[in-house]
């Protein structure tokens, strides 16, 4: 029987829908981006099979590594959709980093992993380029990633991205400390708004509302709503790291992600010890009123989905707890005193790897700011609302 292969011509890599040049152009595109994250102990230069970081040069004597890694959830979906991808990298930065200091770490460098089903070389330049921006906010290296093209995985114009990041502490200096007690103060520093948690609830309620990311949002009628909701997340390295070096007083960090406080403050606290968070002392920002409006959420479900507008949270002695605030404000941030540590009452959380922790205890109600003004240090009571008190 004759062989039908001689009688067609050969099927390339490309002909299967894997364009190596286009991989080898986005390197060349992205290689000054990452030159401009250099830092000592990196050269932050792309091409070799791995990247190298030298710890001596960082200037650490006894270093413990710290990794995370993260992705954005479904907000990469709104980048998609809105084809406006030069933020959705700082995102994923974020996530990342801000999770080193929880553990005390300084972040030091940085790899992404971006797929798709077909390469956008001017798409994947912007995403990477975003991914520098926080790189550089976080004062790591982007140090290298890798870039897959895979038709049959990812439909259209779908890409996926992912982040893995490595700090460093001195031995001694690892969070959380041993020494939290009760009247310990928790002090909150404010999200940029939803950062990367809770967007499948996000674009379920803006259908259901039956708006397009084109639309005014309703929080922020002078942006449009894809705009306003890819706001990137906040990067607290340089406040934080600063108030850590400068004060000595920081006995723990929270980063608030998905579970919002109700189920990441328990992960830093100590057998025995609870937060208590006065819901009064800040005002969250308007896209969180209208996030509990459009979806009918009661104040439990709202701290448990969203950062609310606190971002990170940080654990300090009541006697150091002036010189952290001042710290923090010199640093540009606004920090909040939002509650404090008390002896726990049993009342157990089902928050990730610390199911016997006390659970968050809430006083007052959560305030939010209106469509018209800027979120406010200050904050009050709505009537006609129920308090929180004991599981969130």
């Known amino acids: ?127 990477v380029a975003g991914i520098a921006d926080g790189c ?4 790591c290296a982007l140090i290298g990633g890798e870039t897959a093209e895979m038709p049959g995985m990812y439909a259209g114009h779908d890409y996926d991205l992912a982040g893995f990041a ?24 404010p999200s940029s708004g939803v950062h990367s948690n809770g967007y499948s609830l996000v674009r379920r309620l803006v259908a259901e509302e039956g708006l397009g990311w084109g639309d005014p949002a309703p929080f922020a009628p002078q942006v449009p709503l894809g705009v306003a909701l890819l706001e990137p997340t906040r990067i607290y390295v340089r406040p934080v790291l600063r108030a850590l070096r400068e004060t000595r007083a920081v006995k723990g960090v929270a980063h608030i992600t998905g579970g919002g406080l109700t189920e990441n403050l328990p992960r830093v606290l100590p057998e025995g010890i609870a937060a208590h968070v006065d819901l009064a002392a800040w005002t969250a920002p308007a896209v969180f009123g209208w996030l509990r409006q459009a979806g009918r959420l009661d104040d439990a479900e709202m701290l448990r989905t969203f950062n609310c507008g606190v971002g990170m949270v940080a654990v300090v002695g009541r006697e150091g707890c002036d010189e952290v605030v001042r710290v923090l404000q010199t640093s540009g941030e606004v920090p909040h005193r939002i509650g404090e540590l008390e002896a726990g009452r049993g009342v157990k959380s089902e928050a990730k790897g610390k199911g016997e922790a006390e659970a968050v205890r809430y006083s007052g109600l959560l305030e939010f700011g209106t469509p018209t003004s800027s979120p406010s240090p200050q904050g009050g009571g709505e009537p006609g609302r129920r308090a929180l008190d004991g599981r969130g």
């Open 166 to 189: 490595v700090g460093a502490v001195e031995r001694g200096e690892i969070l959380p400390r041993g020494d939290m007690a009760v009247g310990d103060v928790l002090i909150g520093l």
């Open 136 to 139: 550089r906010q976080a004062g």
């Open 1 to 127: 029987m004759p062989d039908r292969r001689h009688n067609h011509p050969p099927i390339s890599y490309r002909d299967s829908g894997v364009d190596i040049d286009a991989g080898n152009a986005l390197v060349k595109a992205i290689k000054p981006l990452a030159k401009a994250t250099r830092r000592a102990g990196a050269d932050a230069e792309l091409g070799g099979f791995g990247a190298l970081f030298d710890l001596k040069a960082a200037g650490y004597t006894d270093p413990i590594l710290v990794a995370a890694n993260d992705g954005v959830g479904t907000k990469l979906k709104l980048a998609i959709e809105t084809g406006r991808h030069n933020t959705i990298g700082i995102d994923l930065v974020a996530m990342c980093v801000n999770d080193l200091l929880a553990q005390g770490a300084e972040p030091l460098f940085f790899l992404d992993y971006l797929a798709a089903g077909k390469l956008d070389v001017e798409v994947a330049r912007a995403v």
